[in-house]
């Protein structure tokens, strides 16, 4: 079932990896803090997601798409591999539960106002659980063809919004201190360091020597729609507005209105982002089940995805039931659990192999 | 063996078929068409210390023949009917509506929305959070204010067409495409303007030209109503409140200020040096305004700089439009007559002191740190009040319509 997936294939699932909820819970945080200047805390953000992205492609390029806990076990001790695979699995296990949660709440919030939550988590997790038992190849080609779509969703989303566009409401520029850029961008680049993913994907790259690129393509195009998204939302709103609007990429694709038969569009890009959030949910429920299946060291991972995503469903269910807690675990907590577990475990992971090795050498030339 | 797994694969297939069901979980949002109160306008009022909220719901059973649209139905049934309710709060309102209608009320579809003058005098905060908050309100809706009761409005039936709530809209945007007094104000520009630099905003009148309201289908059958719906003043509001009104004319005065200007009709004496008569008409067809805030010493300076172009259509005196003097003439008329218009207005709103004109977002835009030394000292209004403009108005006739000389002209000739 698992396949092996192209470049290309892989630089899209770190596009969708990162993007869904990126658009739609990081406009408000930025810009509550950077207003006008919220592209240059995307910039910001990008810049260090790229320095992540050379991070995990060197890991990668060094175990050449070997597990990455079996790796270490080889490198290091087993026990040290099961302790990593024990905090990165509740890593997991946590950031599969809250896209779950922002997954929920979107929709409670947008579509349907009174189905129960639980009713809407049990749903959304079967069809995760077949689209993860399908397999990586099979999320990749799936996804590949939802990215397609953008060729349908951007035209029309400049062409609807023309009119309402005033690019004098980007002004001033550098109205911001440095620092309040500096913390504008600490939320995104959290968001950036997720293409720590392919850590987990890379037994499934057709090259993953070339690991490092796919980091690269998927953070640029994950900028540039970032950036598209950002700049035209406050070009129709404004900074002051966009501060009041829970979703305010949603909120502008309200406002299209082309002639009088082509308006109410958001339900339309709504069905659109429920794709992408669903394979982003399935990216991470895979990237889960394989660290579960590295830890554990067990053969055949399709008995227990059922049993992972009951403890998701649970997690999201009783740990972010309250809306507020996850708003500030997104924008206060999400940075320092994410950059410890995307960007501090890897490096300090390559720092003791580069050291494992050069101690190798010593002793070699030493023999 | 093979045949027993077959077996079981089938009925393991025809287990999972009830959890298929989890597929309808929809269903807790369901609602049938039929039973859908379909808003097209509401109305909001503060009376005896309570929110008065009138919606006006589609009546899908008229075929009212004499307004337009499609036949079918009962004639006599009116296109539209009409809830009030009261209540401690606007949802508390809008739930009560509850009691006396037969279907749910559903506004996702609503067009306009009509404040009464004692919500805008007491405050629009509250209204534009709903607006912003309920799932199935639109904030598209278009925003206008009634004098006295504004629920009244929704009452009055309009000719050429059944949805009174999409005829206003239709007013509204013809009124800023064709005439530009004053821009139409969405309800999440509203929330925008309010929430700007400037922290004010404009709002259009709308109202009854006669006291009697026409709200049977039998009294929409003459030619002329005796009352019908007319697009009026502007209302000004500063921080959350209504401060004042602004005439039409004033109203367009500000709209060239802030360069909202799609196509207008400026009357203008042809001959200004000997008479005042005012017997040209002009459509404006392009118009732009540029405005540069200037600091000069303890005030602002605000360079508002318009260029225009368009066509004359109508010459009431004797003209002879080959001649370059005769239309600079004119140029130079349709400019001083815009001046006017814009001086008029600007001396308005300073008394308003409500920064309409949006000065304030200019001013931060052009000048960084004296607007943060403005706001930490929070002295815009003082500020405000000390600006002085300086208009310079450039108006081009590019085109004279099919006629090179006035008919007057060639009468005299």
Known sequence: MNGKIGTSQAAMLVVTTILPTAIVVLPEIIGTYAEQDSPLAIMMATLLGVGIAALIGTIIRYNNGVPFLDWIGARSSPLLATLLGLLLLQFYLDTSATI???????????????????????????????????????????????ILLFLFFIPLYTFGLAGEMNVHRLLPIFDHSLSTITLASLTPTSWM????????????????????????????FVFLMMMFSMITTMMVFGPQYLKLTA??????????????????????????????????????????????????????????????????????????????????????????????????????????????????????CET | MKEQKHCIHKLRCLLLLPLLSTLLSGCWDDRELSELGIASGSAYDWEDNQWKATYQIINPSSGASGMGGG?????????????????????????????????????????????????????????????????????????????GNAGRILDQLMQLTKNQGAGIQLMIEQESKLLSYYPSVRMFELAMALSSESGSAVIPEI?????????????????????????????????????GWLSQKQAFGLTFITSKIKMANISFATHPQTSDKIDGSFILQKSATTVHPIWAKDHFIM?????????????????????????????????????????????????LNADVTGFAVKIHRSDRKRWKQIKKDKSWDTVFQQIEIRPHVSIKIERMGLSNKSFKSIEQD
Not at chain 1, 122 to 140: D, K, S, W
Not at chain 2, 85 to 98: L, M, S, W
Not at chain 2, 310 to 334: C, F, H, P, W, Y
């Open chain 1, 100 to 146: 779950l949660r922002e997954f929920v709440n979107f929709v409670k919030d947008t579509v349907l106002l009174n189905t129960p939550i639980t009713v809407m988590t049990t749903l959304i997790l079967v069809i995760t659980i077949y689209m993860v038992r399908q397999g990586i190849e099979c999320i990749a080609r799936v996804n590949s063809l939802v």
């Open chain 1, 193 to 220: 360091s997720e293409v720590a993913i392919l850590l987990f994907l890379a037994p499934y790259l057709k090259s993953p020597q070339k690991a490092r690129l796919i980091g690269y393509m998927g953070l640029l």
């Open chain 1, 247 to 364: 979703y305010p990429g949603f909120s502008t694709v309200g406002i299209i209105q082309i002639g009088r038969f082509v308006e109410n569009l958001d339900i339309l890009f709504i069905s659109y982002w429920v794709l992408a959030i669903y394979l982003k949910f399935s990216i991470f429920l895979f990237a889960t089940v394989e660290c579960f299946k590295q830890t554990f060291r067990v053969k055949s991972s399709r008995p227990f995805i059922g049993a992972l995503g009951l403890v998701i469903a649970l997690e999201c269910l009783f740990t972010w039931s309250d809306p507020a807690k996850l708003n500030i675990y997104n924008k206060e907590g999400r940075f320092l659990v994410f950059i410890l577990f995307n960007v501090l475990l890897p490096l300090a992971v390559l720092l003791l192999t580069g050291l494992h090795q050069a101690k190798n050498k010593r002793k070699g």
């Open chain 2, 71 to 147: 036949g079918g139905g009962s004639s006599s049934s009116p296109p539209f009917l009409t809830f009030a309710v009261k209540g401690k709060t606007i949802i508390e309102a809008i739930q009560r509506t509850n009691l006396t209608s037969v279907r749910e009320l559903f506004t996702s579809h609503s067009r306009i929305s009509i404040l009464g003058e004692s919500v805008a005098r007491r405050g629009v905060n509250q209204i534009i959070d709903l607006f912003l908050r309920k799932q199935d309100a639109r904030d598209t809706v278009y925003v206008f204010i009634a004098k």
């Open chain 2, 207 to 243: 109202r009854l030209t006669g006291k009697d309201i026409m709200d049977e289908t039998s009294e929409t059958g003459r030619t002329d109503l005796p009352s019908r719906l007319v697009l009026g003043r502007l209302a000004v509001l500063k921080g959350e409140k209504m401060v």
């Open chain 2, 303 to 351: 360079d508002v700089n318009i260029k225009g172009s368009g066509v004359i259509t109508e010459i009431g005196s004797a003209m002879d439009l080959n001649d370059r003097a005769s239309i600079s003439q004119m140029e130079k008329s349709i400019e001083n007559h815009v001046l006017e218009l814009i001086e008029n207005s600007w001396q308005t709103v300073k008394q």
